[in-house]
């Protein structure tokens, strides 16, 4: 994170520096065998400076390529690589890694760590394909017309500074680099095409696809807001709790081999199974990330080591960070790592039930208590991203989670059969009726209007929770852990104080919006939006929150506008007139009561020479509360706090 925001691979070589000096000046005081005993503990601090070394040099090579103005618009084509495809009803979004660029003159750029978002009409393309298209690059920013939604910083979190809009007819097929990724998801495309194309019903086929191989955009809104409401989203969201169902599912079937003293050899071979069911489900990075833990887990078993999750945990982290930095921001990444440390830290621990001696009291309190502490651990998470907290995630979850690992079991065998040819009907409608009794579950608990509270907290609020959560959880396996304990509360008690003080003002207003075909207002009543067009061709007027629209878009008789101001609202605290491209012959001065008005706003449809002239006459009669919606953008205004 430090190093995205410096430049240069010099700062990397700062800390390392430090860290092999740090540690010849240890060799040189371990001249005995006791004085290596005691500064054991001092290994530590070079080993940190040199993994943060190896961090701020590996984000400075990853680091986005950026593009001056001029860079921009020099450029006229592209030929890139297809990385990524989301489908819409108004086309596709491709993510683009682009490898040059040719400007005007004719010159090629090669380029590195340039991804952009190339907005189609509905071009067929693969992950993989290379192809050239005009190179219309625009900085990603956020709609002006409405309040800011952090788009553009979310896609700049995943390395997306810049867009381009291009017709199918514009583009052009080069070729196709065949690549693991590029391999993987056509594979995966292959098996959703033979699931929609089976005898399931369409919402458990979409349903399939999501849980199985990852792909979430054929279902609909409904299903994930359910999901979401009931606090389960995490099912239709393929994570490390999927790989971990089908390792299991795999150590289950080679029982036999365990029970012949293979233990070693079964493992591997479920991990071998589990690499090949994330390469089938199209490499999702949640799905690597579990695997990559699991491979970690399996090795410190292979060779005997202490068998611990938790370096197996920060090692996984280690290794998907170093090939893509900026997965640091990745919302799933941040939810499995948090999720899984928490298991770790809290659910053993606090299952006072033995193992041995009640088995399945054993398993109804860790289900219990893994669905507490994953919730309470990450709910600033949620609530963070997601405006959002469940409220019946713990009933829904033990619904819905022991049934799980039985349903993906009937779908692997069922998907198996689909790929060798046979469709079997009896396992397609036990799926079927599967989904059905989960969406049942869903919709049944989340229907009710205290399933969720639509809230959300700030960044130094999910901060200190997330500090709290892991002091208490570090403190818990300590010998001493009463004042570390204590320390970790009164760090979440401090969090949620700070709730009410961070939490952000609600604003009424409006947005007078730049809209070429329609005079449009987007209206907020504190945190709900809604869009108002205003007829053309016509006199107008609409009131909001004590304030008076008025849109003049033809030519008018002023006295009709002048019968008008008559009727005003009292309560009226702020007056706005826009003027159309109706009103050609209009003249400011002319407008009865134009002074009284508090802005007057002249839309972007005006053509050219008329504003102009009406911006003139704005100068010659002083007036300067007049605003140009084509010259100055989107005008926000502001009435009141609550």
Not at 100 to 114: P, Q
Not at 243 to 257: C, D, K, Q, S, T
Not at 431 to 448: C, E, I
Not at 541 to 554: L, Q, T, V, Y
Request: proline residues 3%; contains cysteine.
């Amino acid at each position: 994170m430090l190093g995205s925001s410096l430049d240069g691979p010099a700062w990397g070589a700062i800390p390392v520096t430090l860290g092999l000096g740090y540690y010849l000046l240890i060799l040189r005081k371990t001249s005995t065998p006791l004085k290596a005993l005691r500064l054991n503990s001092r290994h530590s601090v070079w080993i940190f400076l040199l993994f943060c070394g190896i961090g701020l040099f590996d984000s400075w090579f990853h680091k986005p390529m950026q593009l001056s103005k001029e860079e921009l618009d020099s450029y006229i084509a592209a030929e890139g690589e297809v990385t990524a495809i989301d489908s819409y009803a108004n086309g596709d979004r491709l993510i683009i890694k682009v490898n040059r660029l040719a400007d005007r003159t004719g010159g090629i750029r090669e380029c590195r760590n340039l991804s952009i978002l190339l907005n189609t009409d509905g071009f067929s393309s693969s992950v993989g394909d290379i192809i050239v298209f005009p190179a219309n690059l625009k900085q990603v920013t956020d709609n002006p017309n409405f309040r800011p939604s952090g788009y553009a910083d979310r896609l700049k979190k995943r390395g997306l500074l810049y867009r381009c809009h291009s017709t199918c007819e514009n583009i052009t097929l080069k070729g196709c680099n065949n690549t693991v990724v590029s391999k993987s998801t056509g594979f995966r495309d292959n098996i959703i095409r033979k699931i929609e194309k089976s005898g399931m019903n369409r919402d458990a086929a979409e349903f399939l696809s999501a849980i199985l191989l990852g792909d979430r955009t054929l279902l609909s809104s409904d299903i994930k807001e359910s999901f979401s409401n009931a606090g389960v989203a995490h099912i239709i969201a393929l994570s490390g709790m999927h790989v971990a169902i089908i390792m299991g599912i795999f150590l289950f079937i080679l029982f036999p081999l365990r029970l012949l003293g293979f233990h070693l050899i079964c493992y591997w071979i479920a991990l071998a199974f589990v690499w090949i069911y994330a390469f089938i489900s199209g490499m999702a990075p949640s799905t690597v990330r579990a695997c990559v833990m699991t491979t970690f887990v399996v090795m410190a078993l292979s060779l005997q080591r202490k068998n611990s999750a938790g370096n197996a945990l920060l090692a996984s982290a280690f290794v998907i960070i170093l090939f893509d930095p900026m997965s640091i921001y990745n919302i799933g990444m941040q939810l499995s790592f948090l999720c899984v440390a928490c298991i770790l830290a809290f659910a053993g621990p606090l299952n006072t039930v033995s193992h041995h001696n009640h088995p399945k009291l054993y398993a109804v309190t860790s289900a219990v208590l893994v669905s507490l502490v994953t919730t309470l651990g990450t709910w600033v998470l949620v609530s963070f991203y997601f405006k959002k907290i469940p409220l019946l995630f713990l009933p829904v979850n033990l619904i819905i989670l022991p049934l799980l690992p039985l349903f993906m079991s009937i779908a692997l065998v069922y998907v198996t059969l689909l790929m060798a040819g046979h469709n079997s009907y009896i396992l397609a409608w036990v799926l079927n009726n599967g989904y059905d009794f989960f969406a049942w579950a869903t919709n049944t608990l989340s229907a009710y209007g205290e399933a969720t509270i639509s809230f959300q907290v700030q960044l130094p609020v999910v901060i200190m929770w997330i500090i709290g959560v892991l002091v208490i959880g570090y403190a818990i396996k300590k010998s001493h852990k009463g004042i570390a304990i204590i320390t970790g509360c009164l760090i979440m008690a401090g969090s949620i104080a700070l709730i009410p003080v961070l939490s952000p003002k609600a604003y009424d207003g409006l947005i007078f919006q730049r809209n070429i075909s329609e005079i449009s207002l987007a209206l907020y009543d504190s945190d709900n939006e809604r869009v108002e067009c205003l007829p053309r061709n016509a006199v107008s007027r609409i009131f909001h929150k004590g304030a008076e629209i008025m849109s003049i878009d033809c030519n008018a008789n002023l006295d009709s506008i002048a019968r008008l101001n008559r009727y005003i609202d009292k309560k009226s605290r702020n007056r706005y007139l826009i003027l159309g491209s109706g009103a050609k012959g209009i003249h400011l001065k002319d407008i009865p009561g134009y002074e009284n008005f508090d802005k007057i706003i002249i839309h972007s449809s005006m053509r050219k020479k008329i504003e102009a002239d009406l911006l003139n006459e704005a100068l010659e009669i002083g007036l300067d509360k007049i605003h140009s919606l084509r010259e100055d953008g989107p005008l926000e205004v502001e009435f009141s706090q609550r």
